[in-house]
């Protein structure tokens, strides 16, 4: 704990702390008035006053609008009212000026940056409504202070019973509000989200294996969305930045994707394969005005997260792993394809009951945990089973960790280009569409759109 006899002079020669931090330092002549101030180099006067089981900082003003003398005096009638053995008017007018947390939450959604400066992307702020909604509501309605950590602890127990996932991340908003506000100067008190004890993190590596890849890639030819889930899996790009995708971007003739920034808030350049590029130049051949590779009907102008599509792909690769292990004949397979393209859920029970019939457990050749993400994961899978060093991997996938970003600026494109092709034409002659070096034409829809 700093001390400093507060002054004019004094208080303008302070340094302001490093981005992040805050520096509080109390008066020698008061010592329950201190001073925060921000990196910003924002100077604001409170009382620190213990009041019950808690610690009290009442704000009197900032700094130099309210003078050194000013604050005295205001910190004199504070702890005037303290000394009476009450908590003073400042606390309560304090307390009944404060935001409840919906209201915090919104001023949370509109003001909070990214590290680049950016605001939060909409699906970002989607995304958080749907916690507050789903699992906040016992907080909603009370006032910052008036949370405390039993609270927080109480959301998390409950929502895990549901989601270990969800509950954590319920937990890490109602963290996020309360550090903006403190960031804000609204509210002064301890993070009632702080040490609340997270769920051990599940260990996920699931990636299409090569005995799947026939399945996946036939199923995702007959999806409206065949283009967008092919580039996703021959680029490993994030499924962002594959739905916002725009021709201005792509160096069609230099096999290179330009990604202007991504989660991780750095540019990319992505190296497109052969394939990669097969399918771009097919697609651009019937693109129309809009800007985006993927266009969309919807506020953004691009597609937006093909989830139904998605769930459909996993199902109807899972029939057909199911239907192989079957062992049709030509006529029934013939038929079974004619069905699981009219109702992909009547196929699923006609199909499923036969293989019980003959003793046969659909679960086993079942797709459906495979997620879109894990497109971006097979891509890497694959580079490391063909021989790829973890730098190029991270290279390719832009991976950000302190210890390998140095590496990563160094590295030259030319060798993630090598790692991307090698393991999409290893994928791809899994899947029995590339012969050795010829490149086969992607499977082409069964059915319209693209």
């Known amino acids: 704990m700093a001390n400093l006899k507060f002054s004019k002079t004094a208080l303008l020669g302070l340094k302001a702390p490093e981005a992040g931090k805050r520096l509080t330092i109390y008066d020698t002549d008061v010592p329950k008035l201190a001073i925060r101030m921000t990196h910003a180099g924002a100077q604001t006067f409170y009382v620190v006053k213990r009041a019950g089981a808690s610690m009290a900082w009442v704000k009197l003003g900032s700094f130099p609008d ?8 205001e910190a004199a009638k504070v702890l005037g009212e303290f000394a009476g053995g009450a908590n003073p008017a400042a606390v309560k007018r304090a307390i009944r000026e404060e935001p409840i947390f919906a209201d915090a939450f919104e001023d949370f959604l509109t003001g909070k940056r990214k590290r680049d400066g950016s605001p939060l992307a909409e699906s970002t702020k989607r995304d958080y409504r749907d916690v507050l909604r789903l699992y906040l509501a016992p907080i909603k309605g009370k006032k910052l202070s008036q949370i405390e ?10 929502t895990a019973i549901k989601s270990a996932a969800q509950a954590d991340r319920a937990v890490a908003v109602v963290s996020s509000v309360f550090t903006y506000m403190a960031d804000q100067e609204v509210f002064t008190g301890t993070n009632p989200a702080s040490r609340v004890q997270k769920n051990p993190p599940p260990s996920r590596d699931r990636f299409a294996q090569s005995y799947e890849l026939p399945y996946l890639l036939e199923a995702v030819a007959r999806s409206d969305q065949r283009d967008y889930f092919l580039l996703s899996l021959l680029t490993g790009a994030r499924r962002s930045n594959v739905q916002a995708m725009t021709w201005r971007d792509l160096d069609l003739p230099g096999a290179v994707w330009r990604i202007g920034k991504t989660k991780n808030g750095t540019p990319q ?20 005005t809009s800007p985006f590779v993927f266009p969309g009907t919807g506020r953004t102008g691009h597609l937006v997260e093909p989830k139904k599509a998605w769930a459909t792909i996993r199902r109807t690769a899972s029939l057909f792993r199911l239907l192989d292990a079957l062992k049709l004949d030509d006529d029934a397979r013939t ?3 004619t069905l699981a393209l009219e109702s992909i859920a009547k196929a699923e029970r006609k199909y499923q009951a036969q293989a019980k019939a003959a003793q046969i457990d659909p679960a086993h050749f079942a797709m459906t945990d495979l997620r879109i993400h894990d497109l971006r994961r097979t891509l890497g899978s694959w580079q490391a089973k063909t021989g790829a060093s973890l730098t190029i ?14 590496i990563y600026a160094r590295l030259d494109l030319d060798p993630v280009r090598q790692s991307v092709n090698t393991a999409t034409a290893a994928m791809l002659e899994a899947a029995g569409l590339k012969e050795g070096a010829t490149v086969l034409p992607l499977p082409k829809k069964s059915r319209g759109g693209a």
């Open 66 to 73: 309210m003078t050194v003398e000013q604050a005295r005096k």
């Open 149 to 158: 950590r039993t609270d927080v602890k109480a959301i998390h127990k409950k």
């Open 393 to 406: 991997i991270g290279k390719s996938l832009n991976h950000k960790t302190h210890q390998a970003t140095a």
């Open 269 to 288: 350049n992505v190296p497109l394969s052969p394939e990669a590029i097969m399918v771009l130049n097919a697609r651009k051949e019937n693109a129309g």
């Open 335 to 337: 038929e079974a394809d």
